[in-house]
T-cell receptor, first 113, second 112 residues
């Protein structure tokens, strides 16, 4: 199961609370992505990063924040401003510039208490 | 930006039948079209892809066709088996970009 690791597998958020989802990869990939998966909605892009210390908003960035301080790590924070955070979150990585193929983590299911 | 439509949302077939999933895209600059399979509770994984300079690609029981003029591409699975049951996502990536736009997914159910 190596390559790209997400934790935790399940996460619960209380109202008004920020929570952080972890994503780590040892594939030496330049690009990393966060997707949100809701039933019937496909995979929607939250944020992506093509290089350390740089990241861009995706289609549904409101209520989320990210950082990319290390090549291997791309954590996602779900802030209290995200009013409907219950979803399955997938992190992915790719070899930017050579291959557009995405390698996905196993996901984090976030639920609201 | 790119918009990808995928149909059907659910597809139910008998074991041994063929299954076809269709996608359309809007950006004529898109030149790479991957397909991902997500089994229940697991991560999506790339199963086949096609580039815009090719009309068809096969890998054992799966094939993908691309019609650039009509801006649509399809996944074909022959001799379906219960282990083919999963959600399948198509995606399109414009030239010069590495950011895929995904379709909404097709839930394929193969009945034994």
């Amino acid at each position: 199961d190596g390559g790209i690791t997400q934790s935790p597998k399940y996460l619960f958020r209380k109202e008004g609370q920020n929570v952080t989802l972890s994503c780590e990869q040892n594939l030496n990939h330049d690009a990393m992505y966060w997707y949100r998966q809701d039933p019937g909605q496909g995979l929607r892009l939250i944020y992506y990063s093509q290089i350390v210390n740089d990241f861009q908003k995706g289609d549904i960035a409101e209520g989320y924040s990210v950082s990319r301080e290390k090549k291997e790590s791309f954590p996602l924070t779900v802030t209290s401003a995200q009013k409907n955070p219950t979803a399955f979150y997938l992190c992915a990585s790719s070899i930017q510039g050579q291959d557009e193929k995405l390698f996905f983590g196993s996901g984090t299911q976030l639920s609201v208490l | 930006g790119e918009n990808v439509e995928q149909h059907p949302s659910t597809l139910s077939v008998q074991e041994g039948d063929s299954a076809v999933i269709k996608c359309t895209y809007s950006d004529s600059a898109s030149n790479y079209f991957p397909w991902y399979k997500q089994e229940l509770g697991k991560r999506p994984q790339l199963i086949i892809d096609i580039r815009s300079n090719v009309g068809e690609k096969k890998d054992q029981r799966i094939a993908v066709t691309l019609n650039k003029t009509a801006k649509h591409f399809s996944l074909h699975i022959t001799e379906t088996q219960p282990e083919d049951s999963a959600v399948y996502f198509c995606a399109a990536i414009p030239g010069g970009s590495y950011i895929p736009t995904f379709g909404r997914g097709t839930s394929l159910i193969v009945h034994p």
